[in-house]
């Protein structure tokens, strides 16, 4: 049965992306059968984007932010406008197909999915780019780089350890529960991540759809727009941030040691020095890391859950064990 659905779709400095990509947003959408609404919100662009969506795209609900906030805020301003179902989260990249939502309807169905995504193609169709994602350690790291998908395209039960923040249909009550992406990851990277695995963690499921997929610009995301050194610098200390919030037991003890001998070191020998301030950044945000620790933990005890990565890990791996799956 098909649900109501609300579109959030974060912009910056995209109103070429707009341009190209609202209007096969609006078929798919249509082409659903159900009630629908499409919200943009601007992240303190400096293009024509806000004037253009006024322009062309009055049924669209524009919400601004008051300066340029980054991907969690944005997506966040969003979440808490949205009045249906479910929420669509889309990059401003992303091409839908006009039956993008025909085969995700049926996972709602299930009281415990929090969410399902699309194959994600590239633009010329020559390859897969996102699809089921295996959850694992990487020594003491959480790691989830690794794809598959089922080959039977009519698995409704393949998980994925996380749903792509570009294409992820999600259960509107459980996201604004967690309360949405965490913001400690602005201004942007793994907050898709960490978004998942909290739902993971409170029992609820995270799939993937082989039949539904859409396409990727791939040179669109407006993180080309941002010096490279400064985006390795977040990248990283993202990654450790995710580490802090997400390791547990013993893993969480020895991970600062991985971290410093096996990265840190390493890229500081080979002249690269923002993995310093990569560092140095992660470590100013020990109370905040705490704090989200302490936000999952209570909504854990709220849903009566006891569950851990390692647990999420072993649910991913034994539902792939009974299945014929390839791997990317």
Known sequence: MQKSVSIIIPNYNGRHLLEKYLPFVFIAAQNADTAFEIIVIDDGSKDDSISFIKQNYQ?????INDRNRGFAYTCNHGIREARYELILLLNSDV?????????????????????????????????????????????????????????????????????????????????KELGGFDEIYSPFSSEDFDLSLRA??????????????????VSGSTKTQIKSNFIKKIYYRNRYILQGVHLHGIRK????????????????????????????????????????????????????????????????????STKKINRL
């Not at 049924?59 to 919400?63: D, G, H, P, R, Y």
């Not at 993971?200 to 610009?217: A, D, I, N, T, V």
Request: hydrophobic letters at 35%.
């Open 59 to 63: 049924q669209v609900k524009l919400l």
């Open 95 to 175: 091409k839908l197909t006009p039956d993008y939502f025909e085969h995700q309807w049926k996972y709602f169905d299930k009281p415990d999915t929090f969410g399902v995504m699309a194959r994600i193609m590239s633009f010329d169709e020559s390859r897969i780019e996102d699809a089921a994602r295996f959850l694992y350690y990487g020594g003491c790291r959480i790691k989830a780089n690794k794809f598959y998908y089922s080959e039977n395209p009519q698995d409704e039960n393949t998980y994925t350890a996380y749903l792509s923040g570009a294409n992820a249909l999600v259960d509107a009550k459980k996201l």
């Open 200 to 217: 993971w963690q409170l029992g609820w499921k995270c799939y993937y759809e082989h039949r539904s997929y859409c396409f990727h610009h």
């Open 253 to 320: 003890v020895l991970y600062p040691i991985q971290q410093i001998f096996t990265e840190i070191i390493p890229k500081l020998f080979m002249g690269k020095t923002w993995v310093l301030e990569s560092y140095k950044d992660y470590l100013a945000h020990q109370q905040r890391i705490n704090n989200s620790r302490s936000q999952l933990n209570m909504l854990k005890q709220k849903h009566h859950s006891n569950l851990n990565v390692s647990n999420v890990i072993n649910i991913i791996n034994q539902s792939v």
